[in-house]
């Protein structure tokens, strides 16, 4: 990528001072309304940004724009009955607005960038070109999609990229692609003329895969005691162990003292301790397993907790009792858990 040089404004107001770091900070402070200036005409790249691990740029575009977000929810555009509809996806979501170099068309950069997805090994959930585009409807569809976007700036060039669906030269893209850990999406969209001396702006943004991680908030005595009283039963994802081991983690400290506490307010209660897996690996392996973690909950709940181990029975059941699917990494996760039971 070719980056144009900057020439160093001059700085009056620096003349006479003696400490280097006030003439470093004074010439970094001169430099930046032209550092700005030529992010805004997509001179260099935005920094701080980089490209996505999954999607990357055309050949010379530079980064204008992105924005990256751990979990979340986009709308990217599949079809019924041939024609476009909006489809919410959740994941680790990235978005990027690019601008291409001089020269380069709008179906040119669209063809790349589907060539290299599907070589990539995605399939199309939705794509069309130029006029197709236009009698779909689809850029309408596509004009909020980037004010929708997360990005680490304001940008009232990525909020009006596809403006009221009537930028030019409009195409679009939307593929899957299967892995281990579930389902990639990308969206992207192509468009001509407009800011930036006409030079092809492109809107791409990525799903991948991506869990809520439980176990970040403790379940308070109040609300265990209140669990035990309605079902008889209270699922405790506060306390953590390290994948396929049955050591408790230090970050389980404060989901066990509420355990206690309620324990300690009702001395007549007695509970099951259960320990509950998901249906990765061996049942066996997992009936053990389930069977260790439990254990462990009783071994600290008797042992730094002064709770009497004749009120404490520790039971692991593996897979046995779900409470969502096991064919998704989230219903995995809330699989995975320790149960308080009342006996």
């Not at 079809?79 to 709008?106: D, F, I, W």
């Not at 599907?118 to 006029?131: H, N, R, S």
């Not at 895969?209 to 699922?235: C, F, H, N, W, Y």
């Not at 096991?326 to 995975?336: C, F, P, V």
Request: positive net charge.
């Amino acid at each position: 990528m070719t980056v144009k040089k900057i020439s160093s404004p001059s700085m009056p107001s620096c003349a006479g001072r003696a400490l280097r770091s006030s003439l470093l900070a004074c010439a970094l402070a001169a430099a930046a309304p032209a550092f700005a200036a030529a992010v805004d005409k997509a001179e260099i790249d935005r920094p701080g940004g980089s490209d996505n691990r999954v999607v990357g740029r055309y050949q010379g575009s530079v980064l204008y724009l992105y924005g990256d977000t751990a979990l979340g929810k986009v709308n990217i555009l599949s079809a019924k009955g041939g024609k476009p509809v909006l489809l919410s996806v959740e994941g680790k979501v990235a978005n990027r607005m690019y601008v291409a170099p001089k020269g380069a068309s709008p179906l040119e950069v669209y063809r790349n960038y589907r060539d290299a997805l599907t070589k990539a090994g995605f399939e199309p959930i939705y794509a069309c070109e130029l006029t197709a585009c236009d009698k779909d409807g689809t850029q309408p569809m596509m004009s909020d999609r980037p004010r929708e976007a997360v990005w680490v700036k304001s940008s009232a060039q990525a909020d009006s990229l596809f403006n009221s669906g009537n930028q030019p030269d409009f195409s679009y893209y939307s593929g899957r692609r299967s892995g281990p850990d579930g389902i990639t999406y990308v969206s992207i969209g192509i468009a001509g003329g407009g800011s930036f001396d006409g030079r092809v702006r492109q809107f791409i943004q990525v799903a991948e895969p991506s869990t809520t991680q439980l176990g970040k908030v403790k379940v308070d005595a109040k609300a265990i005691e209140a669990g035990l009283k309605r079902d008889g039963k209270m699922a405790l994802y506060g306390v953590n162990f390290d994948t396929n081991k049955a050591l408790l983690r230090d970050d389980s400290a404060a989901q066990l003292t509420e355990m206690a506490a309620v324990l300690k307010a009702a001395p007549a209660l007695k509970v099951f301790i259960v320990g509950h897996t998901d249906n990765q690996g061996e049942f066996g392996a997992n009936t053990t397993l389930s069977q260790k973690r439990a254990e462990a909950v009783v071994a600290a709940l008797s042992g730094k907790y002064g709770i009497a181990p004749t009120r404490l029975i520790a039971r692991g059941v593996a897979n046995l009792a779900p409470v969502s699917a096991n064919d998704n990494e989230d219903g995995r996760a809330k699989n995975r858990r320790v149960e308080m039971v009342v006996r």
